[in-house]
Protein backbone atom coordinates (compact mmCIF):
# COMPACT_ATOMS: atom_id res chain seq x y z
CA UNK A 1 0.00 0.00 0.00
CA UNK A 2 3.20 2.35 0.11
CA UNK A 3 4.01 1.96 -3.22
CA UNK A 4 -0.17 2.79 -3.52
CA UNK A 5 0.02 5.97 -2.08
CA UNK A 6 3.62 7.16 -3.21
CA UNK A 7 2.30 6.61 -6.91
CA UNK A 8 -0.80 8.23 -6.52
CA UNK A 9 0.26 11.08 -4.39
CA UNK A 10 3.65 12.21 -4.35
CA UNK A 11 3.51 11.94 -8.43
CA UNK A 12 0.32 12.89 -8.80
CA UNK A 13 0.73 13.16 -12.64
CA UNK A 14 0.57 8.79 -12.56
CA UNK A 15 -1.85 6.42 -13.74
CA UNK A 16 -2.60 3.77 -11.28
CA UNK A 17 -2.66 0.06 -13.16
CA UNK A 18 -4.05 -3.15 -10.91
CA UNK A 19 -3.49 -6.50 -12.32
CA UNK A 20 -6.20 -7.88 -14.47
CA UNK A 21 -7.34 -11.45 -13.43
CA UNK A 22 -8.41 -14.66 -15.69
CA UNK A 23 -12.57 -14.99 -15.17
CA UNK A 24 -14.88 -17.39 -16.74
CA UNK A 25 -18.13 -16.17 -16.37
CA UNK A 26 -20.99 -19.69 -15.75
CA UNK A 27 -24.08 -18.85 -15.58
CA UNK A 28 -25.26 -21.69 -13.86
CA UNK A 29 -23.79 -20.68 -11.09
CA UNK A 30 -25.22 -19.73 -7.31
CA UNK A 31 -23.04 -18.20 -4.68
CA UNK A 32 -23.81 -18.48 -1.41
CA UNK A 33 -23.30 -14.74 0.40
CA UNK A 34 -21.70 -14.10 3.56
CA UNK A 35 -25.09 -13.97 4.86
CA UNK A 36 -26.04 -17.34 4.30
CA UNK A 37 -28.47 -16.51 1.36
CA UNK A 38 -28.89 -16.87 -2.13
CA UNK A 39 -26.97 -13.64 -3.71
CA UNK A 40 -28.85 -14.88 -7.36
CA UNK A 41 -26.64 -13.05 -10.26
CA UNK A 42 -24.72 -11.06 -7.88
CA UNK A 43 -21.44 -12.74 -8.66
CA UNK A 44 -18.41 -12.11 -6.81
CA UNK A 45 -18.11 -7.98 -7.21
CA UNK A 46 -16.69 -6.17 -6.68
CA UNK A 47 -13.26 -7.60 -6.97
CA UNK A 48 -10.67 -5.98 -5.18
CA UNK A 49 -6.34 -6.53 -6.25
CA UNK A 50 -5.65 -5.81 -2.38
CA UNK A 51 -6.98 -7.30 1.05
CA UNK A 52 -7.59 -10.79 1.60
CA UNK A 53 -10.85 -12.56 2.50
CA UNK A 54 -12.45 -11.76 6.30
CA UNK A 55 -11.96 -14.86 8.62
CA UNK A 56 -14.07 -14.33 12.05
CA UNK A 57 -11.58 -13.38 14.48
CA UNK A 58 -10.85 -16.67 16.70
CA UNK A 59 -11.47 -16.65 20.66
CA UNK A 60 -8.30 -17.57 23.04
CA UNK A 61 -8.96 -20.88 25.01
CA UNK A 62 -9.26 -18.39 28.56
CA UNK A 63 -12.69 -17.44 27.14
CA UNK A 64 -13.77 -20.92 25.66
CA UNK A 65 -12.83 -21.93 29.24
CA UNK A 66 -15.37 -19.41 30.68
CA UNK A 67 -18.16 -20.27 28.27
CA UNK A 68 -18.33 -23.82 28.70
CA UNK A 69 -19.17 -23.21 32.49
CA UNK A 70 -22.53 -21.65 31.81
CA UNK A 71 -24.57 -24.13 33.50
CA UNK A 72 -28.06 -24.99 32.43
CA UNK A 73 -29.19 -25.96 35.88
CA UNK A 74 -28.59 -23.40 37.58
CA UNK A 75 -30.31 -20.93 34.95
CA UNK A 76 -33.03 -23.50 35.91
CA UNK A 77 -32.89 -22.92 39.59
CA UNK A 78 -32.70 -19.03 38.98
CA UNK A 79 -35.96 -19.14 36.63
CA UNK A 80 -37.70 -20.90 39.25
CA UNK A 81 -36.88 -18.92 42.32
CA UNK A 82 -38.52 -16.21 40.43
CA UNK A 83 -41.17 -17.57 38.96
CA UNK A 84 -42.19 -18.39 42.73
CA UNK A 85 -42.27 -14.79 44.33
CA UNK A 86 -45.45 -14.95 42.33
CA UNK A 87 -45.84 -11.76 40.40
CA UNK A 88 -43.14 -9.25 39.63
CA UNK A 89 -45.18 -6.14 38.54
CA UNK A 90 -42.94 -2.97 39.34
CA UNK A 91 -46.04 -1.87 41.04
CA UNK A 92 -46.67 -5.24 43.04
CA UNK A 93 -46.12 -6.36 47.55
CA UNK A 94 -42.40 -5.06 48.44
CA UNK A 95 -43.22 -5.96 51.74
CA UNK A 96 -43.48 -9.55 51.44
CA UNK A 97 -40.53 -11.99 51.93
CA UNK A 98 -41.76 -14.19 49.53
CA UNK A 99 -44.13 -12.66 47.02
CA UNK A 100 -44.13 -9.56 44.86
CA UNK A 101 -41.16 -7.20 43.07
CA UNK A 102 -39.61 -6.66 46.70
CA UNK A 103 -39.05 -9.82 47.54
CA UNK A 104 -37.36 -10.56 44.14
CA UNK A 105 -35.14 -7.73 44.06
CA UNK A 106 -33.96 -8.56 47.60
CA UNK A 107 -33.13 -11.90 46.39
CA UNK A 108 -30.99 -11.01 43.28
CA UNK A 109 -29.35 -8.49 45.58
CA UNK A 110 -27.99 -10.94 47.77
CA UNK A 111 -27.38 -13.61 45.04
CA UNK A 112 -25.49 -10.88 43.08
CA UNK A 113 -23.82 -10.70 46.15
CA UNK A 114 -22.49 -14.01 47.16
CA UNK A 115 -21.66 -14.68 43.85
CA UNK A 116 -19.73 -12.02 43.60
CA UNK A 117 -17.61 -12.73 46.38
CA UNK A 118 -14.95 -14.81 44.47
CA UNK A 119 -13.74 -11.22 42.40
CA UNK A 120 -12.12 -9.93 46.12
CA UNK A 121 -13.88 -6.45 45.13
CA UNK A 122 -13.34 -6.36 41.77
CA UNK A 123 -17.19 -6.47 42.04
CA UNK A 124 -19.64 -3.84 43.09
CA UNK A 125 -22.68 -4.99 43.92
CA UNK A 126 -25.52 -2.24 43.84
CA UNK A 127 -29.67 -1.77 44.00
CA UNK A 128 -30.00 2.25 42.76
CA UNK A 129 -33.40 3.24 43.37
CA UNK A 130 -35.73 6.16 42.42
CA UNK A 131 -39.34 6.75 42.39
CA UNK A 132 -42.02 6.30 39.74
CA UNK A 133 -45.02 8.27 39.67
CA UNK A 134 -47.69 6.89 38.78
CA UNK A 135 -49.09 6.02 35.02
CA UNK A 136 -51.99 4.36 35.05
CA UNK A 137 -52.32 4.40 31.00
CA UNK A 138 -49.25 2.56 31.10
CA UNK A 139 -49.67 0.14 33.55
CA UNK A 140 -48.48 1.68 36.67
CA UNK A 141 -51.61 2.32 38.58
CA UNK A 142 -49.64 3.87 41.98
CA UNK A 143 -46.25 5.06 42.64
CA UNK A 144 -44.13 2.41 43.28
CA UNK A 145 -39.88 2.67 43.91
CA UNK A 146 -37.91 1.30 40.67
CA UNK A 147 -35.35 -0.38 41.39
CA UNK A 148 -32.08 -1.87 39.42
CA UNK A 149 -29.74 -4.52 40.82
CA UNK A 150 -26.48 -4.57 38.91
CA UNK A 151 -22.65 -5.49 39.36
CA UNK A 152 -19.59 -3.06 38.02
CA UNK A 153 -16.59 -4.64 37.12
CA UNK A 154 -14.26 -1.51 36.65
CA UNK A 155 -11.62 -1.56 33.75
CA UNK A 156 -7.99 -1.64 34.22
CA UNK A 157 -7.27 0.01 31.24
CA UNK A 158 -9.71 2.76 30.19
CA UNK A 159 -12.34 2.45 32.89
CA UNK A 160 -14.88 5.21 31.53
CA UNK A 161 -15.32 3.34 28.14
CA UNK A 162 -18.21 0.71 29.26
CA UNK A 163 -20.36 -2.25 27.93
CA UNK A 164 -23.65 -2.69 29.64
CA UNK A 165 -25.48 -6.28 29.84
CA UNK A 166 -29.31 -5.62 30.79
CA UNK A 167 -32.19 -8.07 31.44
CA UNK A 168 -35.67 -6.84 33.17
CA UNK A 169 -36.75 -8.97 36.06
CA UNK A 170 -40.88 -7.51 36.40
CA UNK A 171 -43.63 -9.27 34.81
CA UNK A 172 -46.71 -8.74 33.54
CA UNK A 173 -50.16 -10.42 33.08
CA UNK A 174 -52.60 -9.46 29.91
CA UNK A 175 -54.11 -6.09 32.32
CA UNK A 176 -50.65 -4.70 32.60
CA UNK A 177 -52.05 -2.66 35.49
CA UNK A 178 -52.95 -5.84 37.60
CA UNK A 179 -50.48 -5.64 40.06
CA UNK A 180 -51.80 -8.04 42.13
CA UNK A 181 -52.54 -11.71 40.46
CA UNK A 182 -49.86 -14.10 39.46
CA UNK A 183 -47.50 -13.21 36.52
CA UNK A 184 -44.70 -16.29 36.58
CA UNK A 185 -42.90 -14.04 33.31
CA UNK A 186 -40.39 -17.80 33.04
CA UNK A 187 -39.22 -16.76 29.64
CA UNK A 188 -40.26 -13.12 29.82
CA UNK A 189 -37.71 -12.09 31.59
CA UNK A 190 -36.49 -14.70 34.07
CA UNK A 191 -34.03 -16.10 31.38
CA UNK A 192 -32.41 -13.08 31.04
CA UNK A 193 -31.68 -12.31 34.61
CA UNK A 194 -30.94 -16.30 34.96
CA UNK A 195 -28.02 -15.17 32.05
CA UNK A 196 -26.83 -12.27 34.19
CA UNK A 197 -26.37 -14.12 37.15
CA UNK A 198 -24.66 -17.19 35.60
CA UNK A 199 -21.99 -14.50 34.08
CA UNK A 200 -21.27 -13.04 37.25
CA UNK A 201 -20.81 -16.16 38.93
CA UNK A 202 -18.83 -17.69 36.35
CA UNK A 203 -16.23 -13.89 35.70
CA UNK A 204 -16.50 -13.60 40.03
CA UNK A 205 -13.12 -15.56 39.87
CA UNK A 206 -11.80 -14.70 36.57
CA UNK A 207 -11.53 -10.62 37.46
CA UNK A 208 -9.93 -11.28 40.66
CA UNK A 209 -7.08 -11.97 38.91
CA UNK A 210 -7.45 -9.93 35.61
CA UNK A 211 -9.73 -7.51 35.45
CA UNK A 212 -11.34 -6.31 32.01
CA UNK A 213 -9.75 -3.78 29.93
CA UNK A 214 -12.80 -1.73 29.70
CA UNK A 215 -15.88 -1.68 32.40
CA UNK A 216 -18.22 -4.22 32.51
CA UNK A 217 -21.89 -3.34 33.98
CA UNK A 218 -24.60 -7.01 34.11
CA UNK A 219 -27.73 -5.49 35.54
CA UNK A 220 -31.21 -7.00 36.33
CA UNK A 221 -33.49 -3.90 35.61
CA UNK A 222 -37.21 -3.03 36.55
CA UNK A 223 -40.41 -1.54 35.05
CA UNK A 224 -39.44 -2.69 31.82
CA UNK A 225 -42.93 -3.97 30.80
CA UNK A 226 -44.82 -0.28 32.11
CA UNK A 227 -42.31 2.14 30.66
CA UNK A 228 -38.83 1.10 30.25
CA UNK A 229 -38.69 2.82 33.69
CA UNK A 230 -35.11 1.01 34.79
CA UNK A 231 -33.72 0.99 32.08
CA UNK A 232 -34.50 4.40 31.01
CA UNK A 233 -33.00 4.90 34.78
CA UNK A 234 -29.50 3.28 34.08
CA UNK A 235 -28.94 4.79 30.80
CA UNK A 236 -29.64 8.22 31.98
CA UNK A 237 -27.35 8.38 34.95
CA UNK A 238 -24.51 6.78 32.62
CA UNK A 239 -25.21 9.76 30.23
CA UNK A 240 -25.33 12.31 32.91
CA UNK A 241 -21.98 10.82 34.39
CA UNK A 242 -20.33 11.38 30.58
CA UNK A 243 -19.63 7.42 30.49
CA UNK A 244 -18.63 6.17 27.48
CA UNK A 245 -21.17 3.37 26.41
CA UNK A 246 -19.94 1.59 23.41
CA UNK A 247 -22.60 -0.90 23.91
CA UNK A 248 -25.48 -2.48 25.62
CA UNK A 249 -26.76 -5.71 24.86
CA UNK A 250 -30.28 -6.52 26.28
CA UNK A 251 -31.41 -9.70 26.39
CA UNK A 252 -35.22 -10.22 26.37
CA UNK A 253 -37.03 -13.32 25.52
CA UNK A 254 -34.44 -15.89 25.27
CA UNK A 255 -35.63 -18.91 26.64
CA UNK A 256 -36.76 -21.06 23.81
CA UNK A 257 -36.15 -22.15 20.61
CA UNK A 258 -38.79 -24.55 20.46
CA UNK A 259 -41.79 -22.51 19.15
CA UNK A 260 -43.98 -23.31 16.70
CA UNK A 261 -43.09 -22.40 13.50
CA UNK A 262 -40.38 -24.86 14.84
CA UNK A 263 -37.41 -25.80 12.92
CA UNK A 264 -34.75 -27.50 14.68
CA UNK A 265 -32.09 -24.79 13.73
CA UNK A 266 -34.31 -22.72 16.02
CA UNK A 267 -33.11 -24.53 19.11
CA UNK A 268 -29.11 -22.82 17.41
CA UNK A 269 -30.49 -19.32 16.80
CA UNK A 270 -30.73 -16.38 18.29
CA UNK A 271 -32.16 -12.88 17.18
CA UNK A 272 -30.42 -9.95 17.40
CA UNK A 273 -32.06 -6.49 16.70
CA UNK A 274 -30.20 -3.62 15.54
CA UNK A 275 -31.60 -0.21 14.59
CA UNK A 276 -30.84 2.06 11.66
CA UNK A 277 -30.51 5.57 11.06
CA UNK A 278 -34.03 6.68 13.03
CA UNK A 279 -32.14 5.70 16.50
CA UNK A 280 -29.38 7.87 15.61
CA UNK A 281 -29.21 11.48 17.91
CA UNK A 282 -26.41 12.35 16.04
CA UNK A 283 -26.33 16.17 14.48
CA UNK A 284 -29.13 15.50 11.01
CA UNK A 285 -26.81 16.34 8.39
CA UNK A 286 -24.76 13.71 9.66
CA UNK A 287 -27.49 11.10 9.38
CA UNK A 288 -28.38 12.70 6.66
CA UNK A 289 -25.00 12.09 4.91
CA UNK A 290 -25.04 7.85 5.90
CA UNK A 291 -29.01 7.67 4.18
CA UNK A 292 -27.13 9.62 1.23
CA UNK A 293 -24.40 7.54 0.51
CA UNK A 294 -25.51 4.21 1.44
CA UNK A 295 -24.12 3.58 5.01
CA UNK A 296 -28.04 3.52 6.23
CA UNK A 297 -27.23 -0.07 7.42
CA UNK A 298 -23.87 0.58 8.92
CA UNK A 299 -25.30 2.39 12.58
CA UNK A 300 -23.36 1.82 15.08
CA UNK A 301 -25.83 -0.69 16.90
CA UNK A 302 -26.23 -2.94 13.77
CA UNK A 303 -22.10 -2.28 13.69
CA UNK A 304 -22.51 -4.50 16.97
CA UNK A 305 -24.62 -6.85 15.66
CA UNK A 306 -21.89 -7.53 12.68
CA UNK A 307 -19.50 -7.87 15.82
CA UNK A 308 -21.33 -10.59 17.59
CA UNK A 309 -22.31 -12.51 14.50
CA UNK A 310 -18.55 -12.60 13.84
CA UNK A 311 -17.16 -13.34 17.63
CA UNK A 312 -19.71 -15.83 17.55
CA UNK A 313 -18.95 -17.62 14.69
CA UNK A 314 -14.74 -17.93 15.80
CA UNK A 315 -16.33 -20.26 18.84
CA UNK A 316 -19.39 -21.35 17.53
CA UNK A 317 -18.13 -25.09 18.28
CA UNK A 318 -18.56 -23.92 21.52
CA UNK A 319 -21.43 -22.15 21.96
CA UNK A 320 -23.07 -24.06 19.42
CA UNK A 321 -25.56 -21.33 18.30
CA UNK A 322 -25.80 -19.21 14.80
CA UNK A 323 -26.52 -15.44 15.38
CA UNK A 324 -29.50 -13.74 12.64
CA UNK A 325 -29.15 -9.97 12.91
CA UNK A 326 -32.52 -8.38 11.87
CA UNK A 327 -32.42 -5.07 10.62
CA UNK A 328 -34.94 -3.63 12.73
CA UNK A 329 -34.55 -1.95 15.79
CA UNK A 330 -37.00 -5.13 17.32
CA UNK A 331 -40.22 -6.84 16.42
CA UNK A 332 -43.47 -5.72 15.10
CA UNK A 333 -44.49 -2.93 16.92
CA UNK A 334 -43.01 -3.80 20.05
CA UNK A 335 -39.89 -2.70 22.24
CA UNK A 336 -37.90 -2.95 24.91
CA UNK A 337 -35.18 -1.78 27.32
CA UNK A 338 -32.61 -0.97 24.46
CA UNK A 339 -34.78 1.52 23.38
CA UNK A 340 -33.51 3.32 26.51
CA UNK A 341 -29.83 3.05 25.41
CA UNK A 342 -30.11 4.17 21.88
CA UNK A 343 -32.30 7.23 23.31
CA UNK A 344 -29.11 8.57 24.66
CA UNK A 345 -27.16 8.02 22.09
CA UNK A 346 -25.51 4.75 22.77
CA UNK A 347 -25.22 1.98 20.84
CA UNK A 348 -27.74 -0.69 21.93
CA UNK A 349 -29.21 -4.27 20.42
CA UNK A 350 -31.66 -6.60 21.55
CA UNK A 351 -31.35 -10.13 21.85
CA UNK A 352 -34.75 -12.55 21.68
CA UNK A 353 -35.66 -16.10 20.49
CA UNK A 354 -35.90 -16.81 17.15
CA UNK A 355 -40.12 -17.87 17.10
CA UNK A 356 -42.13 -16.64 20.40
CA UNK A 357 -44.62 -18.31 21.99
CA UNK A 358 -47.54 -15.52 22.25
CA UNK A 359 -49.33 -18.59 24.00
CA UNK A 360 -47.06 -18.23 27.01
CA UNK A 361 -46.17 -14.50 26.61
CA UNK A 362 -47.89 -11.58 28.44
CA UNK A 363 -50.73 -14.30 29.34
CA UNK A 364 -52.72 -15.06 32.55
CA UNK A 365 -51.55 -18.47 33.53
CA UNK A 366 -55.52 -20.26 32.60
CA UNK A 367 -56.50 -23.09 30.39
CA UNK A 368 -59.66 -21.69 28.58
CA UNK A 369 -61.38 -23.50 25.88
CA UNK A 370 -58.57 -26.38 26.20
CA UNK A 371 -55.62 -24.31 25.31
CA UNK A 372 -52.99 -23.58 28.28
CA UNK A 373 -51.78 -20.37 28.44
CA UNK A 374 -48.95 -18.28 30.83
CA UNK A 375 -45.73 -17.66 30.66
CA UNK A 376 -44.38 -20.90 32.89
CA UNK A 377 -41.08 -22.05 33.44
CA UNK A 378 -42.18 -25.98 31.62
CA UNK A 379 -41.99 -23.30 28.19
CA UNK A 380 -38.55 -22.59 29.24
CA UNK A 381 -35.50 -24.87 27.38
CA UNK A 382 -32.88 -24.46 30.21
CA UNK A 383 -29.93 -25.63 27.29
CA UNK A 384 -31.12 -23.20 24.90
CA UNK A 385 -31.28 -20.54 27.28
CA UNK A 386 -27.50 -21.42 28.23
CA UNK A 387 -26.31 -21.22 24.52
CA UNK A 388 -27.94 -17.75 24.61
CA UNK A 389 -25.90 -16.97 27.76
CA UNK A 390 -22.63 -18.06 25.91
CA UNK A 391 -22.97 -15.55 23.15
CA UNK A 392 -23.63 -13.23 25.57
CA UNK A 393 -20.86 -13.75 27.76
CA UNK A 394 -17.91 -14.69 24.57
CA UNK A 395 -19.66 -10.75 23.49
CA UNK A 396 -19.24 -9.18 26.51
CA UNK A 397 -16.10 -10.49 27.83
CA UNK A 398 -14.20 -9.84 24.10
CA UNK A 399 -15.41 -6.97 23.32
CA UNK A 400 -14.47 -5.31 27.08
CA UNK A 401 -10.82 -6.81 26.47
CA UNK A 402 -10.47 -4.79 22.57
CA UNK A 403 -9.14 -1.62 22.32
CA UNK A 404 -11.81 0.88 21.58
CA UNK A 405 -13.85 1.54 18.54
CA UNK A 406 -11.85 3.89 16.33
CA UNK A 407 -13.05 7.64 15.71
CA UNK A 408 -12.55 10.18 13.06
CA UNK A 409 -13.06 7.73 10.20
CA UNK A 410 -13.34 9.86 7.13
CA UNK A 411 -12.47 9.52 3.64
CA UNK A 412 -11.33 12.02 0.71
CA UNK A 413 -14.60 13.50 -1.32
CA UNK A 414 -12.11 14.56 -4.12
CA UNK A 415 -10.42 11.39 -5.09
CA UNK A 416 -11.98 8.59 -6.89
CA UNK A 417 -14.46 11.39 -7.85
CA UNK A 418 -14.87 13.85 -10.64
CA UNK A 419 -12.57 16.56 -11.64
CA UNK A 420 -13.49 19.90 -9.84
CA UNK A 421 -10.99 21.93 -12.64
CA UNK A 422 -8.38 21.45 -15.75
CA UNK A 423 -5.98 21.28 -12.72
CA UNK A 424 -7.44 17.97 -10.70
CA UNK A 425 -4.80 15.10 -10.50
CA UNK A 426 -5.33 12.11 -13.07
CA UNK A 427 -4.67 10.32 -10.34
CA UNK A 428 -8.05 11.51 -8.66
CA UNK A 429 -10.05 9.84 -11.27
CA UNK A 430 -9.13 6.50 -10.69
CA UNK A 431 -11.74 4.02 -8.83
CA UNK A 432 -9.94 4.00 -5.83
CA UNK A 433 -11.15 5.52 -1.85
CA UNK A 434 -8.72 7.39 0.39
CA UNK A 435 -9.50 6.73 3.86
CA UNK A 436 -8.39 8.58 6.96
CA UNK A 437 -8.45 8.13 10.74
CA UNK A 438 -7.47 9.42 14.22
CA UNK A 439 -4.67 7.24 15.23
CA UNK A 440 -5.53 6.62 19.05
CA UNK A 441 -3.19 6.20 22.46
CA UNK A 442 -4.47 3.10 23.24
CA UNK A 443 -2.19 0.61 25.08
CA UNK A 444 -4.30 -2.35 23.88
CA UNK A 445 -3.95 -1.26 20.40
CA UNK A 446 -1.74 -3.18 18.21
CA UNK A 447 -2.92 -2.07 14.49
CA UNK A 448 -5.68 -0.87 12.59
CA UNK A 449 -7.78 -3.06 10.22
CA UNK A 450 -10.02 -1.83 7.14
CA UNK A 451 -12.89 -3.81 6.19
CA UNK A 452 -15.55 -3.57 3.50
CA UNK A 453 -18.45 -5.64 1.55
CA UNK A 454 -20.64 -5.46 -1.46
CA UNK A 455 -23.54 -3.43 -0.74
CA UNK A 456 -25.94 -5.97 -1.04
CA UNK A 457 -23.90 -8.12 1.86
CA UNK A 458 -24.75 -8.12 5.52
CA UNK A 459 -21.36 -8.80 7.02
CA UNK A 460 -17.81 -7.67 6.01
CA UNK A 461 -16.46 -9.94 3.12
CA UNK A 462 -12.81 -8.34 3.06
CA UNK A 463 -10.05 -7.18 5.61
CA UNK A 464 -6.70 -5.41 5.14
CA UNK A 465 -4.27 -4.86 7.91
CA UNK A 466 -3.10 -1.16 7.40
CA UNK A 467 -0.71 -0.95 10.96
CA UNK A 468 -0.46 2.20 12.36
CA UNK A 469 -0.98 4.68 10.26
CA UNK A 470 -3.94 7.24 9.89
CA UNK A 471 -4.44 6.75 5.86
CA UNK A 472 -4.82 4.85 3.22
CA UNK A 473 -5.56 3.70 -0.45
CA UNK A 474 -7.86 0.52 -1.57
CA UNK A 475 -8.62 0.43 -5.46
CA UNK A 476 -11.94 -0.24 -4.81
CA UNK A 477 -14.90 2.30 -5.92
CA UNK A 478 -16.93 3.88 -2.82
CA UNK A 479 -19.98 3.56 -5.27
CA UNK A 480 -19.68 -0.80 -4.78
CA UNK A 481 -18.59 -1.36 -1.49
CA UNK A 482 -19.41 -0.03 2.58
CA UNK A 483 -16.35 0.67 4.29
CA UNK A 484 -15.26 -0.16 8.11
CA UNK A 485 -12.48 0.49 10.18
CA UNK A 486 -12.11 -1.72 13.07
CA UNK A 487 -9.04 -1.92 15.79
CA UNK A 488 -7.08 -4.90 16.77
CA UNK A 489 -5.55 -5.56 20.20
CA UNK A 490 -2.25 -7.16 20.88
CA UNK A 491 -3.86 -10.43 21.42
CA UNK A 492 -6.21 -10.23 18.23
CA UNK A 493 -9.24 -9.08 19.99
CA UNK A 494 -10.76 -6.71 17.79
CA UNK A 495 -13.04 -3.43 18.39
CA UNK A 496 -16.37 -3.22 16.13
CA UNK A 497 -16.08 -1.81 12.77
CA UNK A 498 -16.99 1.75 12.35
CA UNK A 499 -18.39 3.84 9.38
CA UNK A 500 -16.68 5.91 6.89
CA UNK A 501 -18.10 9.54 5.94
CA UNK A 502 -17.39 12.24 4.03
CA UNK A 503 -16.94 14.83 7.27
CA UNK A 504 -14.78 14.75 10.23
CA UNK A 505 -17.37 12.54 12.83
CA UNK A 506 -17.19 10.63 15.80
CA UNK A 507 -18.68 7.21 15.94
CA UNK A 508 -20.83 7.59 18.68
CA UNK A 509 -22.20 11.12 17.71
Known amino acids: MASIRSLAFLCGAVHLTFAQEAYTFTPSSILIGSNGFVNWGAGAFPQASVGTPLVPQSTDLETLALLQQMDPNRIQSTIQTLVNFGTRHTAS ?20 TELAKPS ?9 CYQQAASPAHGMPIAAQVCNVQVEIKGFVDANRTYVYTGHYDSRRLNNSDYTGDAPGADDNASAVAIALEMIRILAPAVSKSPPAATIIIAAVAGEEQGLYGSNFLAQTLKNASVNVQANFNDDIVGSGSNVPFSPQNQHTIRIFGAGTDYLTINSSIIKEIISTGYQDDTPSRHLGRYVQEVNAGASSVTEMDVALIYKPDRFFRGGDHE ?13 EPQEDFYHQHQDPRVQDGVTYGDEIEYVDFE ?15 IANAPATPSNFTYDTNIGFLADSLDTPPSYLENIIKLYWDVENDPLLAYYEVVWRPMASQQWTHMLNVGLSNTTIIPVSKDNAVFGLRAVGKDGKKSPATYALAVASQYFG
Open 93 to 112: DTTSPTRGIGAARNWLLNEM
Open 120 to 128: NGAMNVSMP
Open 340 to 352: SFLSVGFPAVRFT
Open 384 to 398: YTARVGKVNLLSLWS
